[in-house]
């Protein structure tokens, strides 16, 4: 199956700093790509859509200023949380679509902001 | 916004057992897809059922749809301790921006 890889893996940084998460389809073009975010035992929140050359889709009640959101290519994405605070705090995840239904994920981002 | 719901929230069982979840959704949908989530990582497809479909089976793996309750089941056969997990049913009511269920989480006892 198509392979999307997300780096890093987990991270720690200080309030106030801002953080890049990216997210590559490996073997696949995705123009597509999504980014969740997921506090524990609970389920996965749709943050924006990321189109590939276009401005992102936010969800309802997510900062556009706060996680920046750059689909520079067709298989990269990059989640920019800017000035990140404690309750930045979550587990982050991205998503591809390879032209079909299903979406293929990335391993996740564990974000710990001290 | 979320739409699936699963229930039950945990399931623990004996390996070699059954486990079954159900998810309700609420609005009408293209297809439904369950995933798995391990622990501290990323989801993985399981089985993608279409709102044509009432029935399809993967390995070990059953899944029901039933549009006019708005509900799926995944049953999981000889459960293994490999399939401990958190599992989520998902709906996709268009371009593919699919809303999660909140989980069902499975144990399954050596």
């Known amino acids: 199956g198509a392979v999307v890889s997300q780096h890093p893996s987990w991270v720690i940084c200080k309030s106030g700093t801002s953080v890049k998460i990216e997210c590559r389809s490996l073997d696949f073009q995705a123009t597509t790509m999504f980014w969740y975010r997921q506090f524990p035992k609970q389920s996965l929140m749709l943050m924006a859509t990321s189109n590939e050359g276009s401005k992102a889709t936010y969800e309802q009640g997510v900062e556009k200023d706060k996680f920046l959101i750059n689909h520079a290519s067709l298989t990269l994405s990059t989640l920019t949380v800017t000035s990140a605070h404690p309750e930045d705090s979550s587990f982050y995840i991205c998503s591809a679509s390879q032209a079909g239904e299903k979406l293929f994920f990335g391993s996740g981002t564990q974000l710990s902001v001290l | 916004s979320q739409q699936g719901e699963e229930d039950p929230q945990a399931l623990s069982i004996q390996e070699g057992e059954n486990a079954t979840m159900n998810c309700s959704y609420k609005t009408s949908i293209n297809n439904l897809q369950w995933y798995r989530q391990n622990s501290g990582r990323g989801l993985v497809h399981l089985i993608l059922?279409?709102?044509?479909?009432r029935e399809k089976h993967s390995g070990r793996l059953r899944v029901t749809l039933d549009t006019s309750k708005k509900s799926s089941s995944l049953l999981i056969t000889a459960s293994r301790a490999a399939d401990t997990a958190s599992y989520f049913c998902a709906t996709d009511p268009s371009d593919y921006k699919l809303s999660f269920g909140a989980g069902t989480t499975v144990t399954v006892r050596a």
């Open positions: 059922i279409r709102s044509n479909e």
